[in-house]
């Protein structure tokens, strides 16, 4: 038997009949794919492993294995996770608005370039840059899917 032989498997066949799987680390995802492993976060393939030994989502929540290391995680949840400092918080906030106004700063800057190539390709005179007010219902609709009044 040739060593290669269950390669589209995943899985190594050595000389001596001996088999390992491959490590994961070496594997190019579209071989995984194939073999029907999907990219998903921790907490579910925990999950999954779980309904997997338990078959029923009732068996799961009602497991007795108090030695599985997966256990506190059955759930599909992280039951040792901290709820965030209000520093953190606070934090994250700020750093979301910071987020909002460049989007905002982007969207703004899109539309008056906008608006100044119209005012080119129809031959108007461009005057002063108008400012931003999202208004114009001739211009298309902004990329992030909010609607002109």
Do not use: W
Not at 49 to 62: G, M, P, Q
């Amino acid at each position: 038997m040739d060593i290669n032989e269950h390669r589209h498997l995943g899985i190594i066949k050595h000389p001596s009949g001996e088999t390992e799987g491959m490590d994961p680390r070496s594997v190019d995802v579209s071989l995984m794919e194939n073999l029907g492993h999907k990219l998903l976060p921790l907490s579910k393939v925990i999950r999954e492993k779980c309904l997997d030994c338990s078959h029923t989502a009732y068996e799961v929540a009602k497991c007795t294995a108090t030695q599985c290391a997966l256990r506190p995680y059955r759930m599909g949840t992280n039951p040792f996770r901290r709820e965030p400092s209000e520093a953190q918080k606070v934090a994250r906030r700020a750093n979301v608005e910071k987020m909002m106004a460049a989007r905002k700063a982007l969207r703004c800057a899109t539309i008056s370039r906008l608006k100044k190539f119209a005012r080119a390709v129809s031959g108007a005179k461009s005057g002063s840059p108008q400012s931003c007010h999202h208004s114009s219902r001739m211009m298309p609709p902004p990329a992030c899917g909010r609607r002109y009044l």
